[in-house]
C-alpha cells in the first residue's frame, strides 16, 4: 500500500506556476530524495504536502486518506510535518542528533519532510568546530 501519493499537483503563486503536474508515490519504509535546480519547485511541493501551500489542482493521499484540502495543523496529527532547512533550531547539537531527535518525532506510519541545507553548507559539531 502506498503511504503517499502525489498525482498531477499544480502550484502556483499569483500567475507563476511553481509546481506543474508533479506525481509521486512513496511507499511505507521508502525513503525518496527530491533534487533539482533553484527555483524548479522542490520547497513549493513539499509545502504543499505539508499543507503550507494549497495546491491549484491534483490531489495529495496519504495512508489512503485525500488530505489535499486538510489544513496543516490536522496533517501534523496524521504525522506529516515540514522541518525548514537552514533555521539551526538546535545549534548544540550535531547533525545526527538533530535527524535522530525529529525522525523520533514522526508517527510510525508517519512522514517527515526535511528540505536539506545547500551542498557544501557545513554545520557545528557538539564541540563548536566547523
Do not use: W
Amino acid at each position: 500500500m502506498t503511504l503517499l501519493k502525489v498525482d498531477g499537483l499544480d502550484c502556483r503563486y499569483g500567475l507563476l506556476q511553481a509546481v506543474r503536474g508533479v506525481s509521486l508515490e512513496v511507499d511505507p519504509g521508502e525513503t525518496v530524495a527530491l533534487i533539482g535546480a533553484n527555483g524548479a519547485g522542490k520547497t513549493t511541493l513539499l509545502r504543499a504536502v505539508a499543507g503550507a501551500h494549497r495546491p491549484h489542482g491534483g490531489s495529495i493521499v496519504f495512508d489512503g486518506v485525500d488530505i489535499t484540502r486538510l489544513p496543516a495543523h490536522r496533517r501534523v496529527a496524521l504525522g506529516i510535518a515540514l522541518v525548514p532547512e537552514g533555521r539551526r533550531l538546535f545549534p548544540s547539537l550535531t547533525v545526527e542528533e538533530n535527524l535522530s531527535r525529529s525522525f523520533r518525532s514522526c508517527r510510525p506510519a508517519g512522514i517527515c519532510l526535511r528540505p536539506t541545507s545547500r551542498a557544501g553548507s557545513s554545520r557545528r559539531s557538539r564541540s563548536g568546530a566547523r
